[in-house]
């Protein structure tokens, strides 16, 4: 099974510096093609604070991790509805990672899942309108807001688009498919001393002086 590492959150960072300095080509990435199902997630943290959610964007089918990771890397950053587009003057303040997700299972209902271990995806048909909708969050979302079950299953409810008032009567409605992760994450810092280390030189990205 394939592992996210490190190179592939340099190929994001590449990805992203090639795009704020208006360059069609990236270092060819240093880890190996496959098909996965991945996500690419930025954070950005300010005076030490703790991250933010910058962008988030994947894709639960499976496809080319390469151009995956390509193409996700700059929909995360860029076209991510609940943000700004990321600035190049916000690349210093950026963290990456990437998620590779594995081991897709029906669950037997919405509570059959573990925090901190699986990502769920809900589907379910608005009671109020009988729209089908549909949501996820990665294995590492319900721990780190510190949400018990029912308050993650609740807040991915609403982030599928329901607006109704939320009942056991309408959580018993979902069908829930739980899936863990593999991840790796990485500041811009260390992508700087990174390609430092490997190529002989700093990431140069228009706007932004050297570290």
């Known amino acids: 099974m394939v592992s996210a590492n490190k190179e592939m959150v340099v190929f994001c960072f590449d990805t992203l510096v090639a795009h ?6 990236t270092p060819h990435p240093a880890f190996d093609e496959g098909e996965h199902p991945l996500f690419v997630t930025w954070k950005k943290a300010m ?3 703790e991250p933010r959610l910058r962008g ?3 894709t639960l089918e499976a496809r080319c991790i390469i151009s995956g990771f390509k193409d996700y890397a700059i929909i995360s950053a860029l076209r991510d ?6 600035q190049a003057k916000e690349l210093p303040f950026l963290q990456c990672t990437v998620s590779l997700l594995t081991n897709y299972e ?7 899942w573990e925090v901190g271990k699986h990502g769920m995806i809900i589907e379910f048909t608005d009671p109020d309108n009988n729209i089908k909708r549909s949501a996820t969050y990665l294995p590492e979302v319900a721990a780190q807001e510190g949400w018990t079950k029912i308050e993650a299953i609740d807040s991915l409810m609403k982030k599928a688009g329901y607006n109704g008032t939320i009942t056991e009567s309408v959580r018993k409605r979902i069908h829930l498919t739980r899936y863990q992760s593999s991840l790796y994450t990485m500041h ?6 990174h390609v430092k280390k490997a190529r002989g030189d700093a990431p140069s990205v228009v706007g932004i002086k050297s570290h």
């Open 188 to 193: 811009y810092g260390d992508y700087v001393n």
């Open 106 to 112: 029906t669950a037997a209902n919405y509570l059959d």
């Open 81 to 86: 509805r609940r943000f700004p587009p990321i």
């Open 47 to 49: 005076n030490g604070g």
């Open 20 to 25: 704020f300095n208006g360059e069609e080509d």
């Open 56 to 58: 988030c964007i994947g």
